[in-house]
C-alpha cells in the first residue's frame, strides 16, 4: 500500500531521471509545501492522504489564480506555465465533480438538512455538509455559489 506523498516522491524520481523539467520542479513544488504542512504547528506530524490531497487542492489552485493573473497582464508565457503546473499536480487529486454533480449534492444537503425555507441563514449547515461529500473533488468557490444559488441569493 503505497501512500500519496510516497507516489509523488517516486514520481519526481522518475521525472528527474527523464529530464522532465516542468514535471520535476512541480513536485518538488509539491513535496516542499506537504514537508511544510507536516511541519507546521507546535510538533511536527505524517499527513495522511486527505490532508496531502487538501494540501494538493491549495497548490492547484494558487497555479490557477496566478495562471489567471497572468494572462490578465499579458504574461501568456507565465500563465501556460502555471496552467502546465496545474495539470501536473491535477493528476493526484481525485477526479473532480461536474457542475451537475456538485448541483445534485447541493440539492440533497439542502433538503437533509431542512434549509430550503430558511435563505441565506442556513449557509454554513448546508455548506458543513457539502464539503465532507465534495472536500478535494470541487472548487470551494463554485461550490458556495452553488449553495447560494439553491438558497435563494444571487
Known amino acids: 500500500m503505497t501512500t500519496l506523498k510516497d507516489r509523488l516522491r517516486t514520481d519526481l ?41 487538501t494540501v494538493l487542492t491549495s497548490e492547484a489552485k494558487k497555479r490557477r489564480e496566478a495562471a489567471s493573473a497572468f494572462a490578465e497582464g499579458g504574461r501568456a508565457e507565465s500563465a501556460q506555465r502555471e496552467e502546465a503546473e496545474a495539470g501536473v499536480i491535477a493528476e493526484y487529486l481525485p ?25 441565506m441563514r442556513a449557509m454554513g449547515k ?14 470551494g468557490g463554485a461550490v458556495a455559489a452553488e449553495v447560494k444559488k439553491q438558497l435563494g441569493a444571487s
Open 13 to 53: 524520481t522518475a521525472a528527474m531521471k527523464a529530464r522532465d523539467e516542468l514535471r520535476s520542479s512541480t513536485l518538488r513544488m509539491v513535496l516542499s509545501a506537504v514537508t511544510n504542512a507536516e511541519v507546521a504547528g507546535k510538533s511536527a506530524k505524517v499527513l495522511t492522504d486527505d490532508e496531502v490531497v
Open 126 to 139: 448546508v455548506m458543513g455538509v457539502v464539503q465532507k461529500q465534495t472536500k478535494g473533488r470541487a472548487d
Open 95 to 119: 477526479e473532480q465533480l461536474t457542475d451537475e454533480e456538485v448541483a445534485a449534492i447541493v440539492a440533497a444537503a439542502v433538503e437533509s438538512t431542512g434549509a430550503a425555507g430558511e435563505g
